[in-house]
């Protein structure tokens, strides 16, 4: 069996090179988050700080501050170094944006199957092997050049599924708080999921006394570890500012307080039910206090500040982050039937099973149901639940494998086949059904989705974007998701992209777009905006023009160009540039 595994992962992995090429060869990934990434990169190789993350070429000279941790900078970066002699800076690039992400694949399919195998033996580790290189959910996320913290989640989130069917509670225990404290890192998103895997050992050893070193170490270590990334990559420390999206000063008092509440007695003393429960309380509760008393406005979420107009014509529009009733039901059915299979597969698991597999298929469940529920409120979450799935319906099918091997009827033989080839891949069949009942809603999607692919075919083309090189140098107003591939492909620096925390520069970014001439050349003066560029067919510009008929870009859309900007000759296909007089 891992020698297929490995079989198995070297064809997909080939696959995905062959047909990521494009996003290989430009180096440009897969989207701002990734091309923006890259730009860090070269940036840190170049001799920014390690402690610096602010972006100088947005919002210059000031610089767009960003949340991102270096951390997974690190492997990209070692590749990049060794490599850059003998395939120079380019290939080098290529080459670690392509392995890393494999590599992840590849660490993610092992977990998985070695969940698997825990739940139901060999022949379930290979199929959730199988299913986690075909699944849309987990790959999107691990593809070549897909280089930003996404990946790296997936990994810590198996890592910290794994762990819980470990035999060693304190083995189990510090590695899964190292992954968790990895994790919450990398990206502050995973907080709600890790919370979950916190709550499977905090009941555990709560009512029923059991796993106390488990929970103990996996505390311990989680608050050790999100100590020593903490100072190890905050230059002021404890004096930092607090931020609602990455670990602050108020994230570490209420993490050490909760460690100190829950640590010493779970790995030390020997307690009734009674006191358990009323630590684990007392843990959540001071934590929460301390929490919510030092950051009171990230109560309402990370982005509850954000300026209104920033919230209106940029958040509310990042389909990704919001709920699954914003979304297209084509691409929801397709992610979100791994997840739904998944808890009915463990349904009928949990019917057929003796004490120690229910106990399993348990925990199996909560982490299930917990994150299917997130990812229907926040639906770029949903790879964790597909990850979660994964090892149950693997085991569902071995089991459904082994009945047809003793099924004497070929009717019930077939049966079983179409039930198994409908478990290993079931959001295709289900998006398959999906068109054939909604033939005209399944249309409609097919023909938005047509028009985006040929937007950015037209408007976000490396080729198109480096043409903008032949300027001086330059400070452009560009949509926000063409701004980092300017950064990838140029010297210019430009206003804002689709990164929060330069939100005044968003806020101006916008204004330029939807506010009428007048007012939008005061900003540009007053932000030394050299060019404007613009997409037609862009969905940014599409929302500008449609909310702000008397607006700046409305009207240059319609070719009504102020005398104080001077069209120049197309950038490729679609690309339209402007300088400022």
């Known amino acids: 069996m891992p020698k297929l595994a490995v079989i198995i992962w070297l064809a997909a992995a080939a696959f995905l090179v062959y047909s990521s090429w494009p ?24 001799g920014q700080s390690w402690f610096d993350t602010t972006q100088y070429r947005l919002n210059a000279p000031e610089g767009g501050p960003m949340h991102w941790s270096r951390l997974i900078e690190l492997p990209l970066a070692i590749i990049v170094i060794m490599a850059a002699p003998l395939l120079g800076q380019a290939g080098a690039e290529m080459l670690a944006g392509t392995v890393i992400p494999l590599l992840c694949y590849a660490t993610i399919a092992y977990i998985l199957g070695r969940v698997a195998m825990s739940l139901g033996g060999r022949l379930a580790g290979g199929i959730a092997v199988i299913m986690t290189l075909m699944s849309p959910a987990i790959t999107m996320q691990l593809r070549p050049m897909r280089i930003d913290h996404h990946g790296w989640q997936l990994v810590c989130a198996a890592l910290t599924l794994w ?12 590695v899964m708080g190292l992954a ?14 890790a919370a979950a895997f916190f709550a499977v050992l905090g009941w555990r050893w709560a009512f029923k006394g059991d796993g106390a070193q488990r929970l103990g170490w996996a505390v311990l270590t989680f608050t050790s570890a999100t100590l020593a990334l903490f100072f190890g990559t905050q230059a002021t420390g404890l004096s930092a500012p607090n ?15 909760a460690g100190m509440i829950i640590a010493p007695p779970a790995l030390l003393l020997q307690l009734g039910r009674v006191p ?11 934590s929460a206090a301390i929490y919510l008393n030092a950051a009171p406005d990230c109560a309402r979420g990370a982005f509850s500040t954000m300026d209104p107009v920033v919230r209106a014509y940029w958040y509310d529009m990042v389909r990704e982050g919001l709920p699954v009733w914003h979304q297209k039901w084509g691409t929801a059915i397709l992610m979100l039937a791994v997840p739904a299979v998944g808890l009915a597969t463990l349904a009928l698991l949990l019917i057929r099973s ?43 099918i071995a089991k459904l494998f082994s009945r047809y ?50 937007e950015a075919g037209q408007c976000e083309s490396s080729e198109s974007v480096r043409a903008l090189a032949a300027f001086k140098q330059a400070n452009i107003v560009a949509p926000f998701d063409i701004g980092p591939k300017i950064l990838l492909n140029t010297s210019h620096s430009v206003l804002a992209s689709s990164h929060h925390r330069n939100e005044r520069a968003m806020r101006a970014h916008i204004d330029i777009y939807r506010l009428p001439a007048i007012q939008s050349r005061g900003i540009i003066q007053r932000r030394k905006v050299t060019h404007i560029v613009a997409c037609t067919d862009e969905a940014e510009m599409k929302g500008y023009q449609r909310r702000n008929p008397d607006g700046l870009w409305a009207q ?7 005398d104080w900007l001077e069209a120049m000759p197309d950038m490729g296909e679609g690309l339209k540039v402007w300088r400022v007089r």
């Open 23 to 46: 996003n290989i060869a430009s180096r440009s990934g897969w989207d701002p988050d990734d091309q923006l990434r890259m730009v860090q990169l070269r940036d840190f190789l170049g």
């Open 163 to 174: 762990t819980l069917f470990w035999p060693s509670p304190r083995k189990a225990g510090i």
């Open 180 to 193: 968790m404290a990895v994790w919450l890192h990398i990206s502050l998103e995973g907080a709600p999921a």
């Open 243 to 257: 931020f609602c999206d990455t670990i602050s000063p108020a994230h570490i008092y209420a993490i050490a307080a």
């Open 276 to 286: 358990r429960i009323a630590l684990v309380l007392a843990a959540a509760l001071a």
């Open 354 to 396: 003796d004490a120690e597999q229910r106990a399993n298929y348990a925990i199996i469940a909560f982490l299930g149901i917990y994150t299917l529920l997130l990812s229907l409120l926040v639906f770029r979450t949903v790879s964790t639940a597909t990850l979660v799935a994964t090892p149950v319906i693997a085991t569902g």
């Open 405 to 454: 091997r003793a099924e004497p009827v070929a009717i019930r033989r077939i049966g079983l086949v179409a039930l198994m080839a409908l478990m290993l891949m079931p959001g295709p069949y289900f998006s398959q059904i999906f068109k054939l009942l909604s033939p005209h809603l399944a249309n409609s999607q097919l023909e938005v989705a047509g028009e985006k692919g040929s």
């Open 556 to 562: 240059l859309a319609k070719g009504n160009t102020p």
